[in-house]
């Protein structure tokens, strides 16, 4: 008769509870994603202990082992990656749904954990969108089991406690050296976590030893303690780290605990239950927690939250009874079995493919939301060369001077206005004579150098080419009115001094650049800021425009005019000082953005917007076929 370890089921059901919480947004749970850490000290006990026990009776099979494993997560698996397929069409936005190819590959083929290694890291934002985030573990783990039978093949017996703790030593010093160097690859990969489930390893070598058993009994209350406490107190080290370290010990002490009296405790019935189905839970929860934020606009119901768990935890359990268990151990011979496998994983990347193609909307998102900077990505170099890319003749009489916020205006002003130009832009650099933004987080001198030695030289060829008559000047200038940033500027002994931004030191730096430009004969017309949106404006407007099932703020994706008048006071004040001293033209985009009770995101069913800030390509060519002519 099979002794059921039901306190290893109730550990399991614990362990997909406080990953379902955590990533639900349950407000006092800091630490639920370390659920993920006491699956590994589990997984890392049972299957240590099944190829133990095989090899010693001298019948361990490859075979027979990576067939127990493929029927045991495979079908749940490929369901659910054929569920998320089909409901991404509905929820996901394009840049989302763009990188779950690569997600669902890397899923199929266990090694996800390197595609997101180099989309995103775990607690990032942008992680909250990717439906097959979850899955990183299920490769890592995978990737533990195609080794650990060969390292414990190939090391007698004796020495097997030994090999598996040196192991663990070396998978700590990883883990610790990458956690200084580069975290999401501490997270992702398998030599930075698999001394989690090596801890798990050695328990299965020394769960029969009396004096192991003894100590961990004593230790049992200590570590159901340490292990609930530490869901709540947050220790301040980066995962995986100290909280890592305490949880998957206080795993391994209740595991050895092995106590009848615990096993049967009526008390873990609930927990052993969830337990039953934290597999195909696991599975099925994060995609429709993705799904939910994609489509809600603005802050999510606590309902919808619970209703979100309510179906997790439905389709689990038949997930679980209709698949899971009658496909457990379906498929006796390897080969034909394997091969069914592979041919179902094909059909899965083929399914999701086809469906993608069908499904695309009229308006290309993913190139909407590339940057757009102007006539060509060259155009964005902190050395103005004059390129033939970057201008629309081979000699215009236009050049469009700073940031990115200048590069966005091209297309529109060449292709709505028809205007020849030439560009002379470097993000994140304003068109201030000897002036460079300073960003006091990073500082990074050679930045401020490239942003100044960028503007001499695009003031340098505009006072060599006679050719050049106007000079349109687009920045971020709404992010240089207020205060609370520095700029760096060049003293006439060429160092650098800092000062404050603000809306007199910006009036400083026009009046400085339109004067100096305007001394040599040329004409300057300065083009505003953008009114700029929200995420969820941004969201809005492709949701809308994509036909995306959307919930919560739906609106009409538009900043209220009163918000944006309450933000801008001192950029428009800056604008009305060009004009009115500086006697310089100003194309104020909010005249064509913003009417009296509002700023859109969408005209003619046009995304007028790529991010949060700048216009879309499209966008730049609608605003500018609405707009003033620049150039009269």
Same mark, same amino acid.
């Given at each position: /008769?099979?002794?059921?370890?039901?306190?290893?089921?109730?550990?399991?059901?614990?362990?997909?509870?406080?990953?379902?919480?955590?990533?639900?947004?349950?407000?006092?749970?800091?630490?639920?994603?370390?659920?993920?850490?006491?699956? *590994?000290?589990?997984?890392?006990?049972?299957?240590?202990?099944?190829?133990?026990?095989?090899?010693?009776?001298?019948?361990?099979?490859?075979?027979? *082992?990576?067939?127990?494993?493929?029927?045991?997560?495979?079908?749940?698996?490929?369901?659910?990656?054929?569920?998320?397929?089909?409901?991404? @069409?509905? #929820?996901?936005?394009?840049?989302?749904?763009?990188?779950?190819? $690569? +997600?669902?590959?890397?899923?199929?083929?266990?090694?996800?954990?390197?595609v997101l290694w180099g989309q995103t890291g775990y607690f990032d934002i942008a992680a909250n969108f990717?439906?097959?985030?979850?899955?990183?573990?299920?490769?890592?783990?995978?990737?533990?089991?195609?080794?650990?039978?060969?390292?414990?093949?190939?090391?007698?017996?004796?020495?097997?406690?030994?090999?598996?703790?040196?192991?663990?030593?070396?998978?700590?010093?990883?883990?610790?050296?990458?956690?200084?160097?580069?975290?999401?690859?501490?997270?992702?990969?398998?030599?930075?976590?698999?001394?989690?489930?090596?801890?798990?390893?050695?328990?299965?070598?020394?769960?029969?030893?009396?004096?192991?058993?003894?100590?961990?009994?004593?230790?049992?209350?200590?570590?159901?303690?340490?292990?609930?406490?530490?869901? #709540?107190?947050?220790?301040?080290?980066?995962?995986?780290?100290?909280?890592?370290?305490?949880?998957?010990?206080?795993?391994?002490?209740?595991?050895?605990?092995?106590?009848?009296?615990?096993?049967? $405790?009526?008390?873990?019935?609930?927990?052993?239950?969830?337990?039953?189905?934290?597999?195909?839970?696991?599975?099925?929860?994060?995609?429709?927690?993705?799904?939910?934020?994609?489509?809600?606009?603005?802050?999510?119901?606590?309902?919808?939250?619970?209703?979100?768990?309510?179906?997790?935890?439905?389709?689990?359990?038949?997930?679980?009874?209709?698949?899971?268990?009658?496909?457990?151990?379906?498929?006796?011979?390897?080969?034909?079995?394997?091969?069914?496998?592979?041919?179902?994983?094909?059909?899965?990347?083929?399914?999701?493919?086809?469906?993608? $193609?069908?499904?695309?909307?009229?308006?290309?998102?993913?190139?909407?939301?590339?940057?757009?900077? %102007?006539?060509?990505?060259?155009?964005?170099?902190? &050395?103005?060369?004059?390129?033939?890319? !970057?201008?629309?003749?081979?000699?215009?009489?236009?050049?469009?001077?700073?940031?990115?916020?200048? /590069?966005?205006?091209?297309?529109?002003?060449? +292709?709505?206005?028809?205007?020849?130009?030439?560009?002379?832009?470097?993000?994140?650099?304003?068109? *201030?004579?000897?002036? $460079?933004?300073?960003?006091?987080?990073?500082?990074?001198?050679?930045?401020?150098?490239?942003?100044?030695?960028?503007?001499?030289?695009?003031?340098?060829?505009?006072?060599?080419?006679?050719?050049?008559?106007?000079?349109?000047?687009?920045?971020?200038?709404?992010?240089?009115?207020?205060?609370?940033? &520095?700029?760096?500027?060049? +003293?006439?002994?060429?160092?650098?001094?800092?000062?404050?931004?603000?809306?007199?030191?910006?009036?400083?730096?026009?009046?400085?650049? @339109?004067?100096?430009?305007?001394?040599?004969?040329?004409?300057?017309?300065?083009?505003?800021?953008?009114?700029?949106?929200?995420?969820?404006?941004?969201?809005?407007?492709?949701?809308?425009?994509?036909?995306? @099932?959307? #919930?919560?703020?739906?609106?009409? !994706?538009?900043?209220?005019?009163?918000?944006?008048?309450?933000?801008?006071?001192?950029?428009?004040? *800056?604008?009305?000082?060009?004009?009115?001293?500086?006697?310089?033209?100003?194309?104020?985009?909010?005249?064509?953005?913003?009417?009296?009770?509002?700023?859109?995101?969408?005209?003619?069913?046009?995304?007028?917007?790529?991010?949060? %800030?700048?216009?879309?390509?499209?966008?730049?060519?609608?605003?500018?076929? /609405?707009?003033?002519?620049?150039?009269?």
């Amino acid at each position: /008769m099979t002794y059921i370890r039901h306190d290893i089921q109730a550990l399991r059901g614990l362990a997909v509870a406080l990953v379902v919480l955590d990533h639900i947004g349950l407000q006092y749970l800091k630490n639920g994603f370390l659920g993920v850490d006491i699956f *590994f000290v589990i997984s890392g006990f049972l299957i240590t202990g099944i190829i133990c026990k095989k090899i010693k009776e001298d019948n361990f099979s490859f075979a027979d *082992f990576y067939l127990r494993r493929a029927r045991r997560l495979l079908p749940s698996a490929f369901a659910v990656i054929i569920l998320t397929s089909i409901g991404s @069409i509905f #929820f996901l936005n394009s840049i989302e749904l763009q990188d779950l190819e $690569s +997600q669902i590959i890397g899923a199929l083929t266990f090694s996800i954990n390197f595609v997101l290694w180099g989309q995103t890291g775990y607690f990032d934002i942008a992680a909250n969108f990717k439906p097959l985030l979850h899955l990183w573990s299920l490769a890592v783990e995978e990737q533990f089991y195609l080794v650990l039978p060969f390292i414990l093949i190939i090391t007698p017996q004796r020495f097997w406690p030994w090999m598996i703790g040196l192991l663990i030593v070396l998978s700590l010093a990883i883990c610790i050296y990458l956690l200084g160097t580069d975290r999401s690859a501490a997270f992702y990969l398998l030599p930075s976590r698999a001394w989690e489930l090596l801890l798990g390893s050695v328990g299965a070598l020394i769960a029969h030893n009396n004096k192991i058993k003894s100590i961990s009994k004593a230790a049992l209350i200590p570590a159901i303690l340490a292990l609930i406490t530490i869901q #709540f107190v947050d220790t301040g080290f980066p995962h995986p780290g100290l909280d890592a370290v305490i949880v998957c010990a206080a795993t391994l002490f209740i595991i050895l605990a092995a106590g009848k009296k615990l096993n049967d $405790s009526a008390l873990l019935t609930p927990l052993a239950k969830l337990g039953d189905i934290s597999y195909p839970l696991y599975l099925v929860h994060w995609p429709i927690i993705v799904f939910m934020n994609s489509s809600y606009i603005g802050p999510i119901p606590i309902t919808v939250k619970a209703g979100a768990i309510v179906l997790s935890i439905t389709l689990a359990i038949v997930i679980h009874r209709y698949l899971e268990n009658p496909l457990r151990f379906a498929g006796q011979r390897p080969a034909p079995t394997f091969a069914a496998y592979a041919c179902a994983a094909t059909a899965v990347l083929v399914f999701h493919l086809a469906l993608i $193609s069908a499904s695309k909307p009229e308006i290309d998102f993913v190139e909407n939301r590339v940057p757009n900077r %102007g006539l060509d990505k060259s155009c964005d170099s902190p &050395k103005f060369n004059d390129s033939d890319k !970057c201008k629309t003749s081979n000699s215009p009489s236009t050049l469009v001077w700073g940031d990115s916020f200048a /590069m966005h205006l091209v297309p529109g002003l060449a +292709q709505a206005q028809k205007i020849d130009l030439r560009q002379a832009t470097f993000s994140a650099c304003p068109p *201030f004579l000897g002036v $460079s933004p300073y960003n006091t987080k990073n500082p990074n001198p050679k930045k401020v150098e490239n942003c100044i030695n960028f503007n001499d030289s695009v003031f340098d060829f505009v006072k060599a080419h006679s050719e050049i008559k106007t000079v349109i000047i687009g920045a971020s200038f709404a992010q240089y009115a207020n205060p609370g940033s &520095k700029n760096s500027n060049r +003293q006439p002994d060429g160092s650098i001094e800092l000062s404050d931004t603000g809306l007199e030191s910006l009036k400083k730096n026009m009046r400085h650049t @339109i004067e100096s430009i305007k001394s040599h004969g040329k004409n300057v017309v300065v083009i505003s800021s953008t009114p700029g949106i929200t995420t969820n404006n941004l969201l809005c407007m492709e949701r809308t425009l994509s036909k995306k @099932i959307t #919930f919560g703020e739906t609106g009409d !994706c538009n900043k209220p005019r009163a918000t944006y008048d309450k933000q801008t006071k001192n950029i428009r004040e *800056f604008y009305t000082f060009v004009e009115s001293e500086l006697n310089t033209k100003v194309i104020k985009l909010s005249d064509t953005l913003c009417n009296d009770m509002s700023c859109v995101s969408i005209i003619d069913n046009t995304p007028i917007y790529r991010d949060e %800030g700048h216009l879309s390509k499209v966008g730049s060519i609608k605003i500018f076929e /609405m707009a003033e002519p620049v150039i009269n």
